[in-house]
């Protein structure tokens, strides 16, 4: 069996040609990693790793945050992954999961009656709740048409408000 591919093989040694060989496998190697390690290094992320972890850090008698914790994870894998009609879904799901931290019941009336994070986290939440809620609406609740338009990655990263949202919730909770 030949090493070569079909490849015509240059003159030297069966210990030279070993080694060239030995080189180039090495070589293909670090190529991969290297490789792999720049897909990990920039994955896309909606939620930042930092906030999460500090999410996780948290701890509360009234709230348990392993919820929330694995939505921010899930929402970042399915994006990474191009599945927008999931990110969009995992968005609501959040929304929904944290208006008790802020003492209220649903997203809306942390959006409109939340005094704690100014008035620029206000018009941000409220940005947050009508968008992300449309979109999500939108692709979720349609029934199937002659054509279609599919989520893009842009449509559904709400990555900059919940950022703020995230933010304030650690605030609040520490």
Known sequence: MTRTGGLREVGATPEVQDL????????????TTIAREHAAANRLAVIADSRIEEIRALKSPAFDFSKLVRLCEEINKVYSEGCYFATAVLTRGLLDHVPPVFG???FAEVANNY????KSFKETMQHLESAS???????LHMPIRKSES???AQQVNCGQQLDILLSELVRIMK
């Open 133 to 139: 809620r449309k979109v999500a609406d939108a692709h």
């Open 20 to 31: 060239a060989w030995k080189w180039v496998q090495m070589k293909e190697a670090q190529a």
């Open 115 to 118: 005094a704690g994070g100014g």
């Open 104 to 106: 209220f019941k649903t």
């Open 150 to 152: 599919l989520p893009t």
